[in-house]
């Protein structure tokens, strides 16, 4: 009799215990989900470009580099029209320098502000990004193509013109992916780009 009770007293707790490590796994995947929310004005200020040339113009340093894990945080600067406006500092490792105005060397590690900032949604599951121009913020430990500008007000480098400024060089960036499904100019630039910068693409160093 008190080994019947003892197996079933197991079985309970194994059960018990399995329940607990499917529903730890579930959360833990659940809160990696992140959903979008586009600003009613997104692209009110977007310039659209239609090449790679007039888009390495306009901006002042042009990088590949590796999004240095655990270094991003929210800033706030205020807004023109009142409050405050969010973005995300974000470091990375530069590894080469395609254009450059002086103020970036390789291997340096590098402060750039990206359009768009996530917050948690505290104990339940998931987080929400608010980005700028159906900007998406790059994976931690990604290596990317970034078209930046500096900023006097920030006193930092800015990925120009929302997702134009970004590309992903070691196919690791599904959401990146995704703006090819729901931009269609991204794809066609992006090609362009790739053609200019056909040296750094699939790097996977």
Known sequence: MKGELFKTGILKWT????CLLFLMFWYVKADQKITVVEGASSQ?????????????NDVDLVVTGTVM????QTISIPSVAGGSRHYTATEIKVEQVLKNNGQAAENQT????????????????????????????????GKYLLFLKWSDNLQKYWVHAGYQG?????????REMELSVEIPKYVQLKEK?????????????
């Open 15 to 18: 059960l018990v215990l399995a």
């Open 110 to 141: 590098l402060p750039i502000v990206e359009p768009t900032y996530i917050i948690d949604k505290g104990l339940v599951p998931g987080k929400i990004e608010f980005p700028l121009e159906h900007y998406r913020k790059a994976l931690p430990g």
């Open 166 to 174: 970004k590309y992903n060089l070691d196919g690791k960036d599904v």
């Open 69 to 72: 894990p655990g270094m991003s």
């Open 193 to 205: 780009v790739k053609q200019k910068y056909n040296q750094v693409w699939g790097m996977d160093h």
């Open 44 to 56: 009110a200020w977007l310039i659209p470009y239609e090449d790679a040339e007039s888009l390495t």
